[in-house]
């Protein structure tokens, strides 16, 4: 059984449209929630975390968490041609030691 | 600019060499980390280390050796490897708070990116 499960995409969505991103973990003492956005060639970077059940905005972000669905998602309002990249979900899992498992990753096309 | 700083960038070696890439960060960072990364495929965790002990070892082969000299230096020593051992091996920090992790994000390195022929 995967730890953290994504649609791997690719997403396509126009430019200024809502994109939708979807994360299912097993609840195995997880404790953080992240989103990552990675570049191709690059590094991943954050894009938000989030702890508690409910909603966590950040400008163009809104990240959602439901525990008890074992659910995490990332919204992106208004999305630009600069947002195509893979979105990483990660969670952090205590388990005798800290760590964090990434899921496959979703791939994102913004069309101008 | 990122404050961890993976060397080499680049890596090509036989698989009898023996090689090491390092890592170093100076935010006081006391949790760190090595990732493997496969093209379009997730980062892969392979090794963390609290407090310059190591911590999780995810059964990685014996042929990667990961070493803590102190709390901003992590190595990881590399001894007859496979060609599918290739890849991006990323680097990573995260801080501690009271023995807890703080927000457990993340802060990679570049990374280095290891050819074995």
């Known amino acids: 059984q995967k730890e953290v499960e994504q649609n791997s995409g690719p997403l396509s969505v126009p430019e200024g449209a809502i994109a939708s991103l979807n994360c299912t973990y097993s609840?195995?003492?997880?404790?953080?929630f992240f989103w990552y956005r990675q570049y191709s060639g690059k590094s991943p970077e954050l894009i938000m975390f989030?702890?508690?059940?409910g909603d966590k905005e950040d400008g163009r972000f809104t990240a959602q968490l439901n525990k008890a669905s074992q659910y995490v998602s990332l919204l992106i309002r208004d999305s630009q041609p600069s947002d195509s990249a893979t979105y990483l979900c990660?969670?952090?899992?205590?388990?005798?030691?800290?760590?964090?498992?990434f899921g496959a990753g979703t791939r994102l096309f913004v069309k101008a | 600019d990122t404050e961890v700083t993976q060397t080499p960038k680049h890596l090509v070696m036989g698989m009898t060499n023996k090689k090491s890439l390092k890592c170093e960060q100076h935010?006081?960072?006391?949790?760190m980390y090595w990732y493997k990364q496969k093209a379009k495929k997730p980062p892969e965790l392979m090794f963390v280390?609290?407090?310059?002990?190591?911590?999780i070892n995810e059964s990685v082969p014996s042929r990667f050796s990961p070493e803590c000299p102190n709390s901003s230096l992590l190595n990881l020593h590399l001894h007859a490897l496979q060609p599918e051992d290739s890849a991006l091996y990323l680097c990573?920090?995260?801080?501690?708070?009271?023995?807890?992790?703080?927000?457990?994000?993340?802060?990679f390195g570049e990374g280095s990116r290891l050819t074995v022929l």
């Open positions: 989030i702890y508690s059940n």
């Open positions: 935010m006081g960072h006391r949790a």
């Open positions: 609840d195995r003492g997880s404790q953080s």
């Open positions: 280390y609290s407090y310059e002990k190591l911590s």
């Open positions: 990573a920090s995260s801080q501690f708070v009271g023995g807890q992790l703080s927000t457990g994000e993340l802060f």
């Open positions: 990660a969670v952090t899992f205590n388990t005798g030691g800290f760590k964090t498992i």
